[in-house]
């Protein structure tokens, strides 16, 4: 079920998933490519700060899987991020 959207995504929002953490599986999949569209998504010029910042907040919200642009994915500045996120995730408590 999507409930949020970019568009329409407040702090009240965040903090009511944020708090369902240990009841529910939770996961974020982004609208678009952070390496493509930075700014569209942390508020930041650079594609590894808004990637960073970006999984941040799902790893905060207790998500146990984040969706990840195959662009993404592929794009080798993104590796080490990604690494770093994917080592975090296996230690999320369901």
Same mark, same amino acid.
């Given at each position: 079920?999507?409930?949020?959207?970019?568009?329409?995504?407040?702090? +009240?929002?965040y903090?009511?998933v944020?708090?369902?953490?240990?009841?529910?599986?939770?996961?974020?999949?982004?609208?678009?490519?952070?390496?493509?569209?930075?700014?569209?998504?942390?508020?930041v010029t650079g594609g590894?700060?808004a990637?960073q910042?970006?999984?941040?907040?799902?790893?905060?919200?207790?998500?146990?899987?984040?969706?990840?642009?195959?662009?993404?994915?592929l794009n080798?500045t +993104?590796?080490?991020?990604?690494?770093?996120?994917?080592?975090?995730?296996?230690?999320?408590m369901?």
């Amino acid at each position: 079920m999507n409930l949020l959207t970019h568009a329409t995504l407040t702090l +009240a929002d965040y903090n009511v998933v944020k708090g369902c953490g240990a009841k529910v599986v939770i996961g974020f999949l982004l609208s678009t490519s952070t390496m493509l569209n930075p700014p569209d998504l942390a508020g930041v010029t650079g594609g590894v700060t808004a990637q960073q910042e970006s999984r941040q907040n799902g790893i905060d919200a207790h998500a146990q899987f984040l969706e990840v642009a195959e662009v993404d994915v592929l794009n080798p500045t +993104a590796q080490d991020v990604l690494a770093t996120i994917a080592s975090e995730l296996a230690y999320v408590m369901p």
